[in-house]
């Protein structure tokens, strides 16, 4: 549980900004690591515009999967990224009214006994206040997981003036990426112009609206384009608690010196050697095993999804049994257990019989050149 957790004393160098599935996602590169986090988690990040360069600053985070670190706190003499000890909660007044009027309107139908216009302000109320609890639900978790726990625990022996758990790495330097061997086209430059956009379309089929939500990229290169397109659904951080990061969201800042591994004009891998990150672009119909746990953990731990769940079997709980509840329970309970794998089964037998020879070639030449497992896109 403690194992990948990270306290150090650095020196700070840069600090850099970017727009990630409409959260501000922060950078912060010391001598030694570099570290990512989210905006939203603290209340005042002003303290990052303070910092010089060489600024001596006490850090406490937990390590990723491509070697770098998520921030969790930060001490520094200028002022500090504290961590939240309290469960914050804001409910809108407007969002209180809407509530308040529905719940009235239903009790209205009921006593005049107008049951489906009272089933429909009820369902509407229901799923206003399973949203709400979802919304707010990220600040619970945070509050109560052992991991997050042992953390604010350190920050406050900080705070206290105890040193004594900090690893000290002011005379440390960042080692530089040693690139590995390759036949592999690889491309050097500085990333210009970079800028994140979330875009949606939808497909209308006689059944359905599907509607597909994804986040594109786009930066300049050595004199050309290049646009990278992410789900913001399915690889984004954005519904699982913090503490269960595992890898970082995709973050290009202007200045940042990259190398790209081009097929066909397309972008197949990417070293960042400001951070020293590395992702890798595979082909539609390939799935590693790596990025198979990713998409399992995020169905399995999607806050709102589990929510919405628990909250439909304990009104069919409530509700008394039936035919009916009993048929939605065990289709439920179907649907969270088994889609999932299953839906991973058949991505797999495609990919088997559509063999990317390419993308696994970039993969072990990002391995091999970062010493970690580069973050799939």
């Known amino acids: 549980m403690k194992n990948n957790c990270q306290f150090i004393t650095a020196k700070f160098n840069r600090y850099d900004r ?17 570290y990512f986090f989210y905006r939203n988690q603290f209340i005042d990040v002003k303290v990052l515009d303070e910092l010089k360069k060489d600024d001596v600053i006490h850090v406490g985070s937990h390590e990723l999967d491509d070697g770098t670190y998520w921030l969790h706190w930060l001490v520094s003499s200028k002022g500090d990224l504290a961590i939240k000890d309290k469960f914050n909660y804001d409910m809108p007044y407007r969002l209180m009214l809407i509530m308040l009027v529905l719940a009235f309107l239903g009790l209205l139908f009921v006593w005049l006994n107008i049951d489906i216009i009272s089933l429909i302000l009820n369902g509407f109320l229901f799923l206003m206040i399973a949203g709400y609890i979802c919304l707010n639900l990220f600040n619970l978790i945070n509050l109560f997981l052992p ?38 086209p690889i491309y050097e430059g500085i990333a210009t112009n970079v800028t994140s956009k979330m875009k949606k379309s939808s497909t ?45 969201p995709t973050f290009i800042a202007s200045k940042d010196r990259l190398s790209l ?26 799935i590693s095993r790596r990025k198979a746990k990713i998409l399992l953990r995020h169905w399995y731990l999607d806050p ?16 008394g049994w039936s035919p009916t509840n009993g048929i939605m329970l065990l289709g439920l309970i179907g649907l969270k257990i088994i889609y999932p794998p299953l839906t991973l089964l058949i991505y797999s037998l495609i990919a088997y019989f559509n063999d990317r020879s390419y993308s696994k070639r970039v993969l072990k030449w990002l391995c091999e050149t970062t010493g970690h497992w580069p973050k799939e896109i």
Not at 216 to 244: D, Q, W
Not at 262 to 279: A, M, P
């Open 204 to 248: 209308s089929s006689s059944s359905s609206i599907k509607v597909n939500v994804w986040q594109e990229i786009s930066f300049n290169f050595n004199a050309s384009s290049f646009t990278i397109k992410e789900s913001s659904l399915v690889l984004s951080n954005f519904l699982v608690p913090v503490i269960y990061n595992i890898n970082h």
């Open 261 to 286: 591994v081009l097929e066909k004009n397309k972008i197949r891998g990417i070293v960042n050697h400001s951070d020293g990150s590395s992702y890798l672009i595979s082909h539609c119909i390939w």
């Open 147 to 184: 991991k997050q726990i042992f953390l604010r625990k350190q920050y406050f022996r900080l705070k206290g003036g105890d040193f004594g758990f900090m690893k000290n790495s002011l005379l440390e330097e960042r080692q530089p990426l040693c690139f590995a061997v390759t036949d592999l």
């Open 18 to 34: 970017f727009l990630d599935s409409g959260k501000i996602c922060c950078r912060i590169i010391t001598n030694k690591e570099v």
């Open 304 to 319: 709102s999804y589990n929510v919405l769940f628990l909250l439909a079997i304990a009104y069919g709980i409530f509700d």
